[in-house]
């Protein structure tokens, strides 16, 4: 992609973990990344990374469950780098516990950040994306769409991502604008860090107990992600929508 034709991603939750990679991998595709995330200043290694490679980057603090800070955050990246046409919804936040132990609030959070944080970023995103005949959203959804014991929450919103996703795909293909998941099994992040604290395993043990279980028998980086979302996020892609790719290094029962 030549910088004349350089097009604009928005990547939440990009501070670290997946978000972090997709974003490095996009620039390395060729787009200019706004960088989401709660705390801008969080966001300095990933800007670090994609200007040590020559790319050209925008940190910008946003809570994705806030709708005026989301039109605000939109709106900046647009003046700043130009109209966003790619849209990548990672930002995403853990309230694990069994259903008679979780809270309202754990409920609530999870369900916000995830599902209302897409909604409102695609919603803000997409009127960049028809004016320009282009676009391309890929959600973040998991694997604990199928189900995971103790996160009752994170799965339905996962498996409600999935749901959203294939609407949008409906409602705005005829405007060139795909919308495709990309949904994780095991990968080593603070997130999956966070769940073996929970359970009392050290992370090391618990991604030797996972990769088991794993077919690959590895468990999945960062990477594995972002260079699925970079396949989504392509112009060459635009037949591709409405679908989710499960990557779990194996089926999935």
Known sequence: MSSTEQRVAIVTGAARGIGA??????????????????????????????????????????????????EAAVARVSTELGAPVVLVNNAGVLRDNLLFKMSDDDWDTVMNVHLRGAFLMSRACQKHMVDAGFGRIVNLSSSSALGNRGQVNYSAAKAGMQGFTKTLAKELGKFGITANAVAPGFIATDMTAATAERVGMGFDDFQAAAATQIPVQRVGEPADIANAVAFFAD????????QVLYIAGGPLD
Do not use: M, N, P, Y
Not at 235 to 242: L, R, T, Y
């Open 235 to 242: 112009e060459k892609a635009g037949f591709v929508s409405g």
């Open 21 to 70: 990679a997709t974003a490095v991998r996009l620039a390395a595709e060729g787009h200019a990344v706004a960088v989401l995330d709660l705390d801008e200043g969080a966001c300095a290694q990933t800007v670090e990374e994609i200007t040590a490679q020559g790319g050209k980057v925008l940190a910008v603090g946003c809570d994705v469950s806030d709708s005026a800070q989301v």
